[in-house]
Nanobody, 126 residues
Framework: QIRVAESGGGSVPPGGSLTLSCEAS????????MAWFRQIPGKGREGIAAIWSNGGVTTEYDDSVKGRFTISQGDAKNTIRLQMNKLRSEDNGTYYCAAERRYVGKWSETREFGVWGQGTQVTVSS
């Protein structure tokens, strides 16, 4: 059974940093796409960063996090990280990791990803 687990959430003051980790287990091959989505109460999940393997490695970011967040592959297969710097109050939310084996047309759309974690909470507050 495929399982996705996030870790690393917490509470930091504005301007602080956090690193989230995600591991997708139970799949013998490699997920082509893995991504991070963020959700705040009352709103849908929005894609903030994605990484895909196509011979090389390509990353994608939402404009709201470009220059502040970095998505990267972990040391083990099907693991990724999200380094979040210069955190702002608008970064508050539940962060979900998602994985997909097939080609993804639009990485920021939740419907493109078939496997999801339970989420980890990020709170930015003074």
């Amino acid at each position: 059974q495929i399982r996705v687990a996030e870790s690393g959430g917490g509470s930091v003051p504005p301007g602080g940093s956090l690193t989230l980790s995600c591991e997708a287990s139970g799949y013998s091959s490699t997920f082509n796409w893995m991504a991070w989505f963020r959700q705040i109460p009352g709103k849908g999940r929005e894609g903030i960063a994605a990484i895909w393997s196509n011979g090389g490695v390509t990353t994608e970011y939402d404009d709201s996090v470009k220059g502040r967040f970095t998505i990267s592959q972990g040391d083990a297969k099907n693991t990724i990280r999200l380094q979040m710097n210069k955190l702002r109050s608008e970064d508050n939310g539940t962060y979900y990791c998602a994985a997909e084996r097939r080609y993804v047309g639009k990485w920021s759309e939740t419907r493109e990803f078939g496997v999801w974690g339970q989420g980890t909470q990020v709170t930015v507050s003074s």
